[in-house]
């Protein structure tokens, strides 16, 4: 079963820069679309961006458009999350999700479709 393990420092104040990493083990980085989300207190997860399987198609939130770029290094079997001009409502667990080739398209819609979740990182925001 394919496994995510996430990095990345969490505190950075706001307009700052943060670098998330999701490495995969268990499987190839190849063989799924991946994603990124973010849980802040007291709210419910939601979608921040997606890469498909190929690396071609890129998909994010109108929250985070422009500020967040999703990359991957196939070589390294890791997902990359680069979170620029950050403001203190970017404050959040984030996970990483691993889905099925195919679920590219309905990760931005349903977390049904994951079958796996990275351990979750906090990312804070100080104002």
């Known amino acids: 079963q394919v496994h995510l393990v996430e990095s990345g420092v969490g505190l950075v104040q706001a307009g700052g820069s943060l670098r998330l990493s999701c490495t995969v083990s268990g499987g190839l980085l190849s063989s799924y679309a991946m994603g990124w989300f973010r849980q802040a207190p007291g709210k419910e997860r939601e979608f921040v961006t997606a890469i498909s399987w190929g690396g071609s198609s890129t998909n994010y939130a109108d929250s985070v458009k422009g500020r967040f770029t999703v990359s991957r290094d196939i070589a390294k079997n890791t997902v990359f999350l680069q979170m620029n001009s950050l403001k203190s409502e970017d404050t959040a667990v984030y996970y990483c999700?691993?889905?099925?080739?195919?679920?590219?398209?309905?990760?931005?819609?349903?977390?049904?479709?994951?079958?796996?979740w990275g351990q979750g990182t906090q990312v804070t925001v100080s104002s």
């Open positions: 999700a691993a889905a099925g080739r195919n679920s590219y398209s309905t990760l931005p819609k349903s977390t049904a479709v994951v079958v796996s």
